[in-house]
């Protein structure tokens, strides 16, 4: 089995960064890619991006992309989380997770249903 443990976020003026990390614990060479997802209150939880373990491909909803970098360092066995440019709409819980699960399409990995570990979530607050 593998654990996540997020840490970072925090709050932050529109415009600003923040950078959330997520390290895995136990059988880690057994994931295969881990994602971010956020959940604002009231709306179902979101696909943000996503990372393959072995090859560090990346994969990111339209939101995402231009403002964050997901990224991994496998020798620590985390993945972080870039935000740049943030904005208000930005503001959720993130959390990170991670899946066995080997598809052929990145569609599968948007999907809460692929993942199979969840770290702990952490409050990203953007100001406006």
């Known amino acids: 089995q593998v654990q996540l443990v997020q840490s970072g976020g925090g709050l932050a003026p529109a415009g600003g960064s923040l950078r959330l990390s997520c390290a895995a614990s136990?059988?880690?060479?057994?994931?295969?890619?881990t994602a971010w997802f956020r959940q604002a209150p009231g709306k179902e939880r979101e696909f943000v991006a996503a990372?393959?373990?072995?090859?560090?491909?990346?994969h990111y909803a339209d939101s995402a992309k231009g403002r964050f970098t997901i990224s991994a360092d496998n020798s620590k066995s985390s993945v972080f989380l870039q935000m740049d440019s943030l904005k208000p709409e930005d503001t959720a819980v993130y959390y990170c997770a991670g899946t066995t699960l080997a598809y052929g399409h990145w569609n599968y990995y948007r999907a809460v249903r692929t993942y199979d570990t969840w770290g702990q979530g952490t409050q990203v607050t953007v100001s406006s």
């Open positions: 136990g059988r880690t060479f057994t994931t295969y890619a």
């Open positions: 990372i393959t373990r072995r090859n560090g491909n990346t």
